[in-house]
């Protein structure tokens, strides 16, 4: 997996003047998993490479986020798309290794 961009929105807001809790979204992805899900429709690709978002809450409490890629696949109308499924568990298991850290 290859993490491609990293935008840090608490860093953009301070050169406003504006105050914001650690907001990053991570821009990631690899070849592997998502030019397959792009033979099943090429329209995924407007949602690819993958993003996640971490952000920080009022309580300090630090959060993931990211948009399953069976929830792609239906938005786009490929549910069945073979390539999801191995797609939805990586990106599972990189956000539960993630978490435990």
């Not at 792609?72 to 290794?97: F, I, N």
């Amino acid at each position: 997996m290859n993490v491609f961009v990293r935008i840090d929105h608490a860093a953009g807001a301070a050169k406003i003047g504006k105050p914001l809790r650690h907001t990053e979204v991570l821009i990631f992805g690899n070849p592997q998993g998502g030019t397959p899900f792009m033979e099943c429709a090429q329209s995924v690709g407007i949602d690819l490479p993958l993003k996640a978002l971490v952000w920080e809450d009022a309580q300090g409490q630090v959060w993931l986020g990211y948009n399953d890629p069976a929830f792609l696949a239906q938005r786009h109308g490929v549910g069945q798309c073979p390539a999801v499924s191995a797609l939805s568990k990586a990106l599972s298991g990189l956000a539960e290794t993630t978490i435990a850290r």
